[in-house]
């Protein structure tokens, strides 16, 4: 079974968790990670492009010549896509660029992406996180003390005062349990548990 450090803010191991194999020690499949990533920058995509097409240009009502007998190509409105000044063919229109997978690709994604980050030593476990009052420096302190580059920390429930000491942090993000998804964890580098937090996505992955 896999196991992990369990470490204090002072960077001091105060014990060891047992993780569960199929969560931490499941092959990594990339295939699935794509799918869920490509599925998430596609849900993020505003799709409000637009262009004119004839119909929505401005003018071109009357036709510019008659029909036969000036020896010129027969035109019907100025707004016709091969002139200056008239509508796009073709052009982007809005729409949603969104697409779903299936669940259980979306939990094999997140226990893929779990493992490898597992097997790159790149999983951290802190006992707890005490904060009694905001302070971004006192965060920072600790994020230095681990040496973390860029972090994203998982957290078992509503923590106001360390959600709030660590927005200003350019490479710190901070997500509830029930938030953590493929995009994030490829995103980071590092990943830090709270130790509640580290039963709750096991319990959500097996369900």
């Known amino acids: 079974m896999p196991m992990a450090d369990v470490y204090n803010i002072e960077r001091q ?15 990594v499949n990339q295939s699935v990670i794509y799918e869920v990533v490509r599925m998430q920058q596609a849900a993020r995509r505003r799709g409000t492009a637009a262009s004119k097409g004839r ?6 009502g009357k036709k510019p010549w008659r029909q036969k007998g000036t020896g010129r190509a027969r035109v019907g409105t100025t707004r016709s896509p091969i002139w200056r000044g008239g509508g796009i063919v073709f052009g982007p229109h809005p729409r949603d660029y969104a697409f779903k997978v299936h669940r259980k690709v979306k939990r094999k994604a997140l226990v893929s992406m779990l493992s490898m980050k597992y097997n790159e030593n ?5 006992k707890d996180f005490p904060m009694e009052q905001i302070k971004t420096k006192v ?13 994203l920390f998982v957290i078992d429930q509503s923590r ?11 490479n710190v993000k901070m997500v509830r349990y029930e938030g953590i998804n493929v995009y994030d964890l490829l995103n980071y580098c590092e990943i830090v548990f709270l130790e509640p937090s580290i039963k709750k996505v096991e319990e959500a992955l097996l369900s």
């Not at 790149?122 to 802190?126: D, E, G, R, T």
């Not at 965060?139 to 972090?151: G, L, M, S, T």
Request: charged share 25%; aromatic share 12%.
């Open 13 to 27: 191991k105060v014990s060891e968790i047992e993780l569960n194999g199929f969560v931490f020690g499941s092959d």
């Open 55 to 60: 119909s929505d240009v401005s003018g071109g």
């Open 122 to 126: 790149l999983i951290f476990v802190l």
């Open 139 to 151: 965060f920072r302190q600790v994020i230095d003390k681990f040496e973390w580059n860029k972090v």
């Open 160 to 170: 106001p005062i360390l959600e709030m000491s660590s927005r200003n942090l350019k």
